[in-house]
């Protein structure tokens, strides 16, 4: 069972804000670990890239979600022109089951979206859930 994330609050943490996440203390107690599966639609040297993920593990870091403790952040970096890649990047992520998938750009949300029906995506001011 996924930990229910409030997507809007989410996102707005995703772009600095402050937000709280949703059952935190509870799943904080219980030992879970949440999981987000992130796909940077950049190449992995890429500068902006990696401010943006720094931006997004220093959000999270402060609301208490601590990569490595109580929460396990799975990352691809797509920076591909291959879109084939960048399927079988989403189909990697998809399958690890998530609570959330984070993106950075239209191309890894469409690839993700193709993936799953079930799994919350969000993009920094642009929000989606793949309800079927």
């Known amino acids: ?5 409030e997507r809007r609050k989410f996102l707005s943490a995703l772009g600095g804000a402050p937000v709280a996440w949703p059952l935190a203390s509870r799943a904080q107690q219980s030992g879970r670990v949440a999981r987000v599966g992130v796909l940077v639609g950049l190449p992995e040297g890429d500068s ?14 402060k609301l208490g979600w601590k990569d490595g403790v109580n929460l396990q952040t799975d990352l691809r970096w797509g920076g591909v022109v291959d879109p084939n890649r960048m399927q079988s990047l989403a189909k990697e ?11 950075t750009t239209t191309p890894p949300k469409a690839a993700i979206l193709r993936e799953t029906k ?7 001011g642009v929000a989606s859930t793949a309800l079927g």
């Open 48 to 61: 902006e890239g990696q401010l943006w993920l720094k931006a997004l593990l220093e959000g999270l870091d």
């Open 118 to 124: 079930t799994i919350p995506v969000v993009r920094p």
């Open 93 to 103: 992520l998809v399958d690890l089951y998530p609570d959330l998938i984070n993106v």
């Open 1 to 5: 069972m996924g930990i229910k994330i």
